[in-house]
């Protein structure tokens, strides 16, 4: 379902970057849609030793997306978890909290400006006017409450899935709520590191069913084609459940796999590519370009021409976004089949995908 355009905005907005353990390519194309309600994260240096990547599909706006592509890995960051090294903890609380910040006066004004719906001047202003009276600008980046007008805003009607990868040294952690995916090529084979957060999923269904909500033809409460997302405050609502109880939760599911030299390259992207592709088709696809082509936002931007739908409905007219991830090759470091038992002996292996045909 959606509204489109008579022709499609086939225009790209793409970067690059790289440092010594790694090089991106990131490219982000609107398409079909009257809109673009996707955004991305991509942060080579998080910190000294890890990087941050992420994905952020938006629906009924792009208010969350770009929330989420703001926030998110700041709130990594400061969780104490991460400092303790506990990623995937800092990850999961992290999601949660995004829904916590989107609420209040302070929650709305932010989303207020990130969906145009105020310019930064105004929001600048308003943020002066009711931001706590204290000269301690800790506090503020802290997110301490404001009060205004606004105080008792419950949170977005709109919402955003999240697919984050995050990379220390040879720890590669994935945190996804909702249909956007982080695929890992190792020696030319898909991996699934996340999966996707349909209502039809067991495990989603039992939580919908219990919170007190229905599925209709797919989706939550006849509205949603997802079980998990950020914000979608309005399924969010009952106050007995924890936020990993409601109809709809922010809460991911965390992976963490040891990365090895036999991983080629990783790719987090939203759904508008995994409609039109499986997994292995677009490691397939990927690898192919790779032989020619070195600069990694042109690869994604091939992938979006191979995906675009020549008319509008349908798979191909979606928001595409899509980061792709080339680990350098060390020097000298552990065989890879030390490094695969010790995956296994941390009792995370890595999803396997059959190959496409």
């Known amino acids: 379902m959606g509204v489109y355009l008579s022709t ?10 790289e440092n010594e353990k790694m ?7 609107q398409g079909w849609r009257t809109s673009m309600e996707d955004a991305h994260a991509a942060i080579l240096d998080l910190d000294n030793s890890t990087s ?16 989420c592509a703001k926030f998110l890995h700041q709130q990594v960051v400061k969780h104490e978890a991460y400092s303790a090294g506990d990623i995937g903890t800092a990850a999961q609380k992290s999601f949660l909290r995004m829904d916590e910040m989107m609420c209040g006066q302070r929650g709305w004004r932010e989303l207020a400006i990130l969906g145009n719906k105020m310019d930064q001047f105004s929001g600048m202003i308003e943020g002066l006017i009711w931001s706590p009276r204290s000269g301690n600008l800790k506090a503020v980046e802290d997110w301490s409450p404001e009060e205004g007008p606004h105080s008792n805003y419950d ?26 995916r982080c695929v890992l090529s190792r020696k030319g084979e898909a991996h699934n ?21 229905y599925i209709h033809f797919g989706r939550v409460n006849g509205s949603l084609n997802l079980a998990r997302a950020i914000g979608d405050m309005e399924l969010k609502r009952d106050k007995t459940l924890p936020p990993e109880k409601q109809i709809l939760t922010a809460n991911p599911d965390i992976n963490s796999v040891e990365l090895c030299e036999d ?23 990927v690898s192919e370009q790779l032989k020619t082509e070195s600069q990694l936002s042109a690869v994604c931007e091939k992938v979006f021409d191979r995906c675009l739908a020549p008319v509008s409905g349908g798979e191909g007219c979606d928001n595409m976004t899509m980061i792709l991830v080339q680990f350098k090759k060390p020097e000298s470091g552990p065989s890879t089949s030390q490094q695969l038992d010790s995956s296994n002996d941390q009792e995370v292996p890595v999803q396997e995908v059959p190959k496409s045909d």
Not at 23 to 29: A, E, H, L
Not at 263 to 285: N, P
């Open 23 to 29: 090089r991106y390519g990131v490219s982000s194309m």
């Open 155 to 180: 949170g977005p009607t709109c919402g955003s899935t999240a697919c984050v990868a995050i990379i220390r040294n040879n720890q590669l952690v994935v945190a996804n709520a909702g249909d956007s």
């Open 263 to 285: 991983d080629d390259f990783l790719v987090l992207a939203c759904d508008g590519i995994w409609d039109c592709m499986s997994s292995q088709q677009l490691v397939d696809f």
């Open 52 to 67: 941050f990547f992420g994905v952020y599909d938006g629906h009924g706006g792009q208010a969350v997306s770009k929330f």
């Open 193 to 213: 590191l996340s999966k996707d957060h349909k209502p039809d999923l067991e495990v989603e269904k039992e939580r919908i069913y219990k919170a007190g909500g």
């Open 8 to 17: 499609p905005k086939t225009d790209k907005t793409s970067e690059d970057g």
